[in-house]
């Protein structure tokens, strides 16, 4: 069965820092192009950063110098340290994996980890 | 960026309705559309990608069409597990993008 578990999120103060993690199983975690999708309470869905089989990462450009993608796959783990933290970063932060590897579209979702910036 | 546009924001229907969402985008995208059912305190959950195709265990009442910039999502005879958030997402290029969403509410 195929499993995201994200953790790390919590209270942090603007301009501040936090690390997020995702454990994944269930899956041949090398093989899968994985991102991260965040959500603001009460509003969309909005993708924060990808990162690829070989690496590549790719981010939108609110969070661009800010935020990094990167994955472990020996530990079968996914993180994103957030750097530079804003009110507007405060979300629910959601780990999921592609279908393919070489399309954007999530078949497995974890179950969020909230991030509070706030003074 | 490729912008995504879903409308209605909100609809109000009955079970048993057919719904019709649709979402458009900025500029072409062939056909790498998906679209996603959200309920309250959930995750998403991925019903159809590749535009028409149907996710592995998702009921037939649920169908997508389009290519280009205009999709559809149809949902047949409205089931009361139904009543949700539905979001389009496009994956023809960074960044990846998704609608503003389309609340179904119990009429």
């Known amino acids: 069965e195929v499993q995201l578990v994200e953790s790390g999120g919590g209270l942090v103060q603007p301009g501040g820092s936090l690390r997020l993690s995702c454990a994944a199983s269930?899956?041949?975690?090398?093989?899968?192009?994985m991102h991260w999708v965040r959500q603001a309470t009460g509003k969309g869905l909005e993708w924060v950063s990808a990162i690829g089989t070989a690496g590549d990462t790719y981010y939108p450009g609110s969070v661009k110098g800010r935020f990094t993608i990167s994955r472990e796959n020996a530990k079968n783990s996914l993180y994103l340290q957030m750097n530079s933290l804003r009110a507007e970063d405060t979300a629910v932060y959601y780990c999921?994996?592609?279908?393919?590897?070489?399309?954007?579209?999530?078949?497995?979702w974890g179950q969020g980890t909230l991030v509070t910036v706030s003074s | 960026a490729i912008r995504m546009t879903q409308s209605p924001s909100s609809l109000s229907a009955s079970t048993g309705d057919r719904v019709t969402i649709t979402c458009r985008a900025s500029?072409?995208?062939?056909?790498?559309l998906a679209w996603y059912q959200q309920k309250p305190g959930k995750a998403p959950k991925l019903l159809i990608y590749a535009a028409s195709t149907l996710q592995s265990g998702v009921p037939s009442r649920f169908s997508g069409s389009g290519s280009g910039t205009d999709f559809t999502l149809t949902i047949s005879c409205l089931q009361s597990e139904d009543f949700a958030t539905y979001y389009c997402q496009q994956y023809y290029s960074y960044p990846l993008s998704f609608g503003g969403g389309t609340k179904v509410e119990i009429k």
């Open positions: 500029q072409g995208i062939s056909s790498y």
């Open positions: 269930g899956f041949t975690f090398s093989s899968y192009d």
């Open positions: 999921a994996r592609t279908k393919t590897s070489s399309t954007g579209e999530f078949d497995y």
